[in-house]
């Protein structure tokens, strides 16, 4: 009886493991595999077959709260550089290939922080949602060179087309002047407001392009302070090129309106006579 007895205990014992055996490897395959979820298993009364306890952690509400804010800061850059990028399909005088680089560096950008999004998201372990979080700003340099870049060509490029705006009206003028002077009438001081506008245009537009060509070929510092100070003493030079460019722009349009109330106001150029002789 009693060998009969743990014949069938055997047996039962046997069957019950095979039936558990296929169950454990699929848990195990499905841990594995679950390479996102952080999760801590506890096992208690293993040798008793007592049921097993499992504990699941979860992201804090500190680090959901971060996540959120990263979003925000996140979705913030990724606007102003869609607005960056149309800006940059807006110029008339830079160059294509000059758009087109910067068109291609405010993509790639754009990729950048939708991945980075993406990886933040699911991170579940503080150490790793810091990290990412600091390269926000620490690896992904939008603020700190891309914009200013963009920012820098839009005004040169305003300030180029205001100069061929301005030299068109000087053309009209010098003919107009021309004109004075045929008829008699004293053009010294009309002539030289027009060398002063002319010579004030070639300045801005020679200003302009200077800032252009200052910050085009700039690259993200990366976290590297040399390169950094490089970038930075750069777009403050350009920003002093634009602002001698405005200055000159605004004399020229002064030159303007100091020859056109001039044409207005023209009086005969004075003649000398000679005494009659009886």
Known sequence: MKIAFLIRALVSLLMFGSVLAPAIASAQVDAAGDA?????????????????????????????????????????????????????????????????????????????????????????????????????????????????????????????????????????????????????????????????MSTRLSNASSQAQSAVSTTASLAPDNGDKTIMTSNAAAIKTARASLVAAQKDLQAARKDADTILKGLKNAKPAATSTAPTTR
Not at 84 to 108: C, Y
Not at 130 to 147: G, H
Not at 158 to 181: C, F, H, P
Request: hydrophobic content about 50%; proline content about 1%; charged content about 20%.
């Open 36 to 196: 996102g979820a952080a999760a801590a298993v506890k096992a208690t009364g293993a040798t008793t077959g007592a049921p097993v306890s499992v504990t699941v952690t979860k992201r804090t509400k500190a680090m959901e709260a971060a996540i959120a804010k990263a979003d925000k800061e996140i979705a913030r850059r990724v606007a102003a550089l869609n607005d960056a990028n149309t800006r940059v399909q807006a110029m008339q005088q830079v160059t294509a290939a000059f758009k087109q680089n910067l068109a291609t560096a405010i993509q790639a950008q754009i990729s950048a922080f939708t991945a980075l999004q993406a990886k933040i998201d699911a991170d579940t372990d503080l150490a790793t949602l810091k990290t990412d979080i600091q390269s926000i700003t620490a690896s992904y340099r939008v603020f700190a060179l891309v914009l200013p870049q963009v920012r820098i060509a839009a005004m040169a490029d305003r300030e180029v087309s205001l100069a061929a705006m301005l030299n068109t009206l000087g053309i009209k003028l010098q003919a107009r002047i021309a004109s004075a002077q045929s008829a008699g009438q004293d053009t010294t001081a009309l002539s030289a407001a027009l060398a002063d």
